[in-house]
């Protein structure tokens, strides 16, 4: 496992057709089978996407570059129990979660928590989040989010998984996801327009 996270830069984000999900799951059996390279190959094909959800989480290309690593070595350690029921994206991303969420929680910071309910989401609430100049204050609110509400949000609007491939990263409901996006969502939004209120004020005294 000489292959390194420094490659990873720039960041791109690429769908995962049928054919991918066919390739990774040979690479898995080739490997099973006795190919070590197979695994060089599977890494090369997803550590940018680890190494960008890593970065997201910790905002530091050092320790994301680390992370990403051990991401790996766990995914290699445990890869006799990919049993291709699901993506071996979706696999790699729960241990790639997982990690991170752990990582921050070491960290010892305090979390703005958001309350769940069911409820349903409305489109317009990402585009005027992420689509306009409070982009970097979006980014810097997500930071205050619990590790697994910031995952589901990063998963959900940079990553542009399905609610049903996140639910499997998890290991919670669709209908958990979905509330949990909605929430967290509504409550940047108005946390957003709170402090862009207070600036308003704070210009015209």
Not at 98 to 124: L, M, W
């Amino acid at each position: 496992m000489e292959h390194t996270a420094a490659n990873a830069m720039p960041l791109t984000t690429t769908g995962s057709t049928t054919g991918q999900e066919d390739e990774d799951r040979d690479l898995v059996g080739k490997y099973l089978d006795g190919d070590m390279s197979a695994f060089d190959t599977l890494m090369s094909r997803h550590e940018r996407q680890v190494y960008g959800l890593c970065l997201r989480f910790v905002r530091n290309p050092d320790d994301a570059m680390d992370l990403t690593q051990e991401v790996f070595i766990k995914a290699f350690e445990h890869l006799a129990a990919f049993r291709g029921d699901a993506r071996f994206r979706t696999w790699v991303y729960r241990i790639a979660v997982n990690h991170c969420i752990n990582h921050v929680k070491k960290n010892g910071k305090r979390f703005v928590e958001i309350q769940e309910n069911t409820a349903t989401v409305d489109p317009s609430v990402y585009r005027r989040l992420v689509d306009d100049e409070r982009r970097e204050i979006v980014r810097g609110l997500i930071e205050a989010l619990p590790p697994k509400q910031k995952a589901i949000i990063e998963l959900r609007m940079n990553d542009n998984l399905s609610y049903e491939e996140i639910a499997s990263i998890l290991g919670r409901s669709v209908s958990t996801i979905k509330s949990s996006v909605f929430f967290a969502l509504n409550k940047l939004r108005k946390m957003v327009e709170d402090r862009e209120a207070r600036g308003q004020s704070g210009s015209r005294a």
